[in-house]
């Protein structure tokens, strides 16, 4: 399985500021995913990057507030932009197994916004 | 629209004794179904999956699950558990490949000595 790492590990905001959260890989993937964990909720995918195309957001997730960026096959920034209170969640990136048809995660970066 | 539910928000069990968890699914073709473990303040940890075959699949750390189409679910099993076995599991369904994970709410297992 693939080792991702995610930074930052967590971080607190202010409300109206922006964050950039980076996920690495220590292979090429073809797929990687970004999820939202609210707090003692479970995990909803916000988009899917693939490397040189637009991401795919799911309803209720927009670009202008989760702007996504794919540069490379190991690389993906995801941003949370003008915060408020209610963006406080985990913030966990996934990539697809090559061949597995599996996800495997980072260990998640951790929002407040306060 | 894929669905699933896992109708335990806490399960109470001790050290020792035998475990299961249950998962039920909803999706429109032939599933890809996942059982992770969170424990406090990590990431997301692979159990087990199924994809096709055999029913009855095999995990990490004696975790076991088996699947059946009739009754739509994926329940996770362990025969004696232990300890640091105590976390949040969530079971999750999805189509493989390039599409994302639709998950549970997960079941907060906690352990009594």
């Known amino acids: 399985s693939a080792v991702i790492s995610q930074k930052p590990s967590r971080d607190i905001c202010q409300r109206g500021t922006s964050l950039t959260i980076q996920c690495q890989v220590d292979?090429?993937?073809?797929?990687m995913f970004w999820y939202r964990q609210q707090p003692g909720q479970s995990l909803t995918l916000i988009a899917t990057?693939?490397?040189?195309?637009?991401?795919?957001?799911e309803s209720g997730f927009v670009i202008d507030k989760f702007p996504i960026s794919r540069p490379n096959l190991t690389f993906s920034t995801l941003t949370v932009s003008n915060m408020s209170p209610e963006d406080s969640s985990i913030y966990l990136c996934?990539?697809?197994?090559?061949?597995?048809?599996?996800?495997?995660f980072g260990p998640g970066t951790r929002l407040l916004v306060l | 629209a894929q669905s699933v539910t896992q109708p335990d928000i806490h399960i109470t069990v001790s050290e020792g004794a035998s475990l299961e968890l249950r998962c039920n699914y909803s999706?429109?073709?032939?599933?890809?179904l996942f059982w992770y473990v969170q424990s406090p303040g990590q990431g997301l940890q692979l159990l087990l999956k199924?994809?096709?075959?055999?029913?009855l699949v095999q995990g990490i750390k004696g975790f076991e699950a088996e699947f059946k189409r009739s009754q739509s679910s994926f329940n996770l099993r362990k025969p004696s558990v232990h300890w640091s076995d105590a976390a949040e599991y969530f079971c999750?369904?999805?189509?493989?490949?390039?599409?994302?994970?639709?998950f549970g709410k997960g079941t907060h297992l906690i352990i009594q000595p």
């Open positions: 292979s090429q993937v073809t797929m």
């Open positions: 199924y994809f096709s075959g055999d029913t």
């Open positions: 999750a369904v999805g189509a493989g490949g390039a599409d994302g994970l639709t």
């Open positions: 990057a693939n490397q040189g195309s637009e991401a795919t957001y």
């Open positions: 996934s990539v697809d197994g090559q061949g597995e048809e599996t996800q495997y």
């Open positions: 999706y429109g073709a032939t599933p890809y």
